[in-house]
T-cell receptor, first 116, second 112 residues
Framework: DQQVKQNSPSLSVQEGRISILNCDYTNSMFDYFLWYKKYPAEGPTFLIS?????DKNEDGRFTVFLNKSAKHLSLHIVPSQPGDSAVYFC???????????????FGKGITLSVRP | ETGVTQSPTHLIKTRGQQVTLRCSSQSGHNTVSWYQQALGQGPQFIFQYYREEENGRGNFPPRFSGLQFPNYSSELNVNALELDDSALYLCASGPWGRDTQYFGPGTRLTVL
């Protein structure tokens, strides 16, 4: 039972263009959604998060959009840079500080390649 | 400020053996969680520790156990290793009540 789904395994974009990474979830009890970036031989690095009470959160080149009715979120990277090439994981959790409910549930990840 | 560190980096064991993985939390973080990441998959939650007690557990058998120490460092112990235990084991720390967890570089465990 995969509660967080990243259906596209890979994405390739040209440097300077927009990268749009998509994520769907099935559990309506999720309260927070996060994006992590992972390089080979490193642990996941936190990028950006959004609470379920918001529909958009922006941090520099990264913007996350949340559509609760569709149970869908997306990460936009503008402009894309070659250093953005990595595996991106979408994750979701329940309300923080609630033990197992605050665990992170991850998707399988999407490999982003930014071509120079 | 030191981030999350894990040791060892790599480990090779044989079936039936026991293994202990170690993690040092980021300064100021009082929760620690452990995740297992199999090849081609996202990390899977094993358990979380807060105030030296297990505070939530994923779908892992009892042979996966852990400890959290007063200085917020942690250990993951796995008994009776199986071939399917081969994976990247990630430790993550965070402040209690906050949504973001910060990950260490992981320990790559290979079971032969």
């Amino acid at each position: 039972d995969q509660q967080v789904k990243q259906n596209s395994p890979s994405l390739s974009v040209q440097e300077g263009r927009i990268s749009i990474l998509n994520c769907d979830y099935t559990n309506s009890m999720f309260d927070y959604f996060l994006w992590y970036k992972k390089y080979p031989a490193e642990g996941p690095t936190f990028l950006i998060s959004i609470s379920s009470i918001k529909d958009k959160n922006e941090d520099g080149r990264f913007t996350v959009f949340l559509n609760k009715s569709a149970k869908h979120l997306s990460l936009h990277i503008v402009p894309s840079q070659p250093g953005d090439s990595a595996v991106y994981f979408c994750a979701a959790s329940g309300f923080p500080g609630t033990g197992a409910n605050s665990k992170l549930t991850f998707g399988k990840g999407i490999t982003l390649s930014v071509r120079p | 400020e030191t981030g999350v560190t894990q040791s060892p980096t790599h480990l090779i064991k044989t079936r039936g053996q026991q293994v202990t993985l170690r993690c040092s939390s980021q300064s100021g973080h009082n929760t620690v969680s452990w995740y297992q990441q199999a090849l081609g998959q996202g990390p899977q939650f094993i358990f979380q520790y807060y105030r030296e007690e297990e505070n939530g557990r994923g779908n892992f058998p009892p042979r996966f156990s852990g400890l959290q120490f007063p200085n917020y460092s942690s250990e993951l112990n796995v008994n009776a290793l199986e071939l399917d235990d081969s994976a990247l084991y990630l430790c993550a720390s965070g402040p209690w009540g906050r949504d973001t967890q910060y990950f260490g570089p992981g320990t790559r465990l290979t079971v032969l």
